[in-house]
């Protein structure tokens, strides 16, 4: 199953349209970059490294790492001097705290295990480390009001390869099992159905984002360590 998920990758990676890397992914860059810092810092699932040199220069030592050689092929010609890894998120072949920051942005959405990605990001991190993570929002208020004008493929037709799926309230409970507490929550884009150029009038797509981030497009949190919580669960 792995090698058969790694090949799919390595074939095509992900289909992004090009209004998304124009809009959402320029947005989403700047975000990050603006919360990562510190010392040592890993980045998970760079892609062809459209945030890595930012995140390069926040970073004393900095890794930069993907399953597919064919995208780390294209991170390196765009970032030659940054170091790069393959690696399986699953499996992260690092020592125990090992850095400050973890930077996993639009990744745990392609993962088969999300649990387990967590809690070897957490093994990884310094007591005092920091998650930077994001993940497409299903409950967004696009989603919902695309739900209630009855556009059903908002939620059914993906190109993107995503097989989990998370809202602000999943996403926090599943980061607190395995000892992962929210800090700060963020979305870098706000969109809705049929209204969308009227968000830019008046700055209320910006607003939007500052008042009611988990239901942007997509969530962005920090998370620092903290003792793994069940009482939630019923």
């Not at 090009?18 to 810092?37: C, E, M, P, Q, Y």
């Not at 400050?100 to 990001?121: K, M």
């Not at 009611?212 to 069940?230: H, N």
């Amino acid at each position: 199953m792995a090698i058969e998920f790694r090949a799919i990758y390595e074939k095509k990676g992900e289909k992004v349209s090009v209004l998304d890397h124009a809009i959402v992914n320029r947005n989403r860059r700047k975000l990050t970059a603006s919360l990562a810092g510190g010392a040592k810092g890993l980045e998970i699932g760079c892609a062809d490294g459209y945030i890595t040199a930012e995140l390069l220069q926040k970073f004393s030592f900095f890794v930069a790492s993907d399953i597919s050689t064919s995208y780390l092929k294209r991170a390196r010609s765009r970032v030659p001097d940054a170091r790069f890894t393959v690696l399986d998120c699953q499996y992260l072949p690092f020592k125990n705290q090992s850095f400050d920051n973890v930077i996993l942005t639009e990744v745990l959405e392609h993962t088969l295990s999300p649990l387990r990605v967590l809690e070897e990001i957490r093994r990884v991190l310094t007591d005092d480390g920091r998650l930077i993570l994001s993940v497409p929002n299903n409950m967004s208020l696009y989603n919902i009001c695309a739900h209630l004008l009855k556009r059903y493929n908002s939620f059914t037709k993906s190109n993107n390869r995503h097989i989990a799926f998370f809202d602000y309230g999943s996403l926090q409970k599943l980061l607190l099992t395995i000892g992962l507490k929210v800090t700060a929550v963020y979305t870098p884009h706000f969109s809705l159905p049929r209204f969308d150029r009227l968000l830019d009038w008046m700055g209320i797509r910006k607003m939007l984002c500052r008042k009611l981030p988990q239901f942007g497009v997509q969530i962005m949190v920090t998370a620092e360590k903290c003792r793994p919580r069940f009482d939630f669960i019923e």
